[in-house]
């Protein structure tokens, strides 16, 4: 499959990128590693007529640490930086072990964390060629007008499958957007919008420049368990984040997260408070995934059934909550 014709831009710096944005955002696409956006555009899903190549700004690159301050991270910094970073490790462990199940080591070393939030929803009928879309039919989230698996509504439910937000959100993590009003600060769960094919709030003329940790979520357990086929590379198809922090064995603050199952990496609302102040034990932990389970909503986007896929959430979060309770 051969790439569609662009022009490629190529900013220095951040302000040179906004301009690009301002004056061609309609009909551009941002390149960051392009291990998504390359494969997408081979397929026909993206045919912009700029590629913005942002991989020479240096003020997006790398992770920025000070004690006692919140951890920057550049939207550049690729996944692998991320999966080695000993402080990361150390402190914020659960999106050490999220970045570390991404696809495969060759594809960290080009994935960036900014791709990895900004990632576009997937789903059968849509990551698919050009020649297969024509022969089975196009769908609301590219060229058509119904949804082949909710067939009679008018909603996109293509399942945002990123491995790191739902550990980002586990940490309260915040998101930097850059446009040519100017950078806005806003907490991640605020970045997705839970539809299919309008899953960011993020306008044409606006990047993604910076991921915050807060101080605060530092030194929380964490873990992040996923499913999926192939388990050298693929794409998360269930995945559940946990954060906890424990005093005297009992758990005194706690963020659960999935992945996956829905058209947005999702929060489970009432995990934390389920949590909080309790001893983690067989009885709590299979409680935690019951939630879980509900939040998760998949539907027939993806190779394994919705029924395993939610099944799968409820005993990973179980087994997640339970490890996060003795690592
Ligand atoms: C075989 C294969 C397996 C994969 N498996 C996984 C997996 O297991 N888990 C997973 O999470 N991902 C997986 N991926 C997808 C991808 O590799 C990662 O999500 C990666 O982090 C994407 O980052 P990138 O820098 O390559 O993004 P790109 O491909 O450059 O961009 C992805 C999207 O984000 C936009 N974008 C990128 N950076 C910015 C920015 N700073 N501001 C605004 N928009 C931006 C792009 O325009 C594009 O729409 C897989 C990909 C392949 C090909
Ligand atoms: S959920 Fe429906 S509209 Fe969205 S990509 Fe799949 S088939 Fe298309």
Redesign the pocket.
């Known amino acids: 499959m051969s790439l569609p014709l662009f022009k490629l831009l190529r900013p220095r710096s951040l302000d040179e990128a906004v301009s690009f944005l301002e004056s061609h955002g309609g009909n551009l696409?941002?390149?960051?590693?392009?291990?998504?956006?390359?494969?997408?555009m081979r397929q026909k899903l993206?045919e912009p007529e700029f590629v913005l190549d942002?991989r020479h700004i240096p003020e997006?690159k790398g992770i920025r640490l000070a004690r006692g301050q919140d951890v920057t991270i550049g939207?550049?910094t690729?996944?692998s930086e991320l999966e080695r970073s000993a402080f990361l490790r150390q402190h914020y462990p659960v999106l050490t072990e999220a970045a570390a199940?991404?696809?495969?080591p060759v594809?960290?070393n080009?994935?960036?964390?900014?791709?990895?939030?900004?990632?576009?929803t997937r789903c059968l009928w849509y990551n698919q060629s050009l020649t297969w879309r024509k022969g089975c039919g196009f769908c609301i989230k590219k060229d058509g007008d119904l949804c082949h698996v909710a067939p009679g509504g008018s909603k996109c439910w293509a399942a945002f499958?990123?491995?790191?937000p739902p550990a980002l959100l586990c940490l309260n993590a915040e998101v930097e957007i850059a446009g040519a009003t100017g950078a806005r600060r806003i907490p991640l769960v605020e970045f997705y919008t839970g539809i299919g094919d309008n899953y960011r709030k993020?306008q044409p003329s606006?990047?993604?420049?910076r991921v915050f940790l807060p101080e605060a979520s530092a030194d929380y357990r964490g873990v992040y368990r996923?499913l999926?086929i192939r388990g050298s590379?693929?794409?998360?198809l269930a995945g559940v984040a946990v954060a906890m922090k424990r005093a005297n064995g009992h758990v005194s603050d706690a963020r659960v997260a999935v992945t996956a199952v829905n058209p947005a990496p999702m929060l489970v609302g009432k995990a934390g408070p389920l949590l909080e102040g309790r001893v983690v034990d067989e009885a709590l932990a299979e409680a935690v995934g019951e939630l879980a389970a509900k939040t998760a909503k998949p539907l027939t986007t993806s190779a394994l059934t919705p029924e395993y896929r939610r099944e799968m959430i409820r005993v990973f979060t179980k087994r997640a909550v339970l490890a996060a309770a003795t690592s």
């Open positions: 696409r941002v390149l960051a590693g392009g291990t998504d956006l390359i494969p997408s993206f942002i997006l939207a550049l690729t996944l199940t991404v696809a495969s594809l960290r080009m994935g960036t964390i900014g791709g990895n939030i900004c990632l576009d499958s990123g491995d790191t993020l606006e990047i993604l420049t996923k999926r590379i693929d794409y998360p």
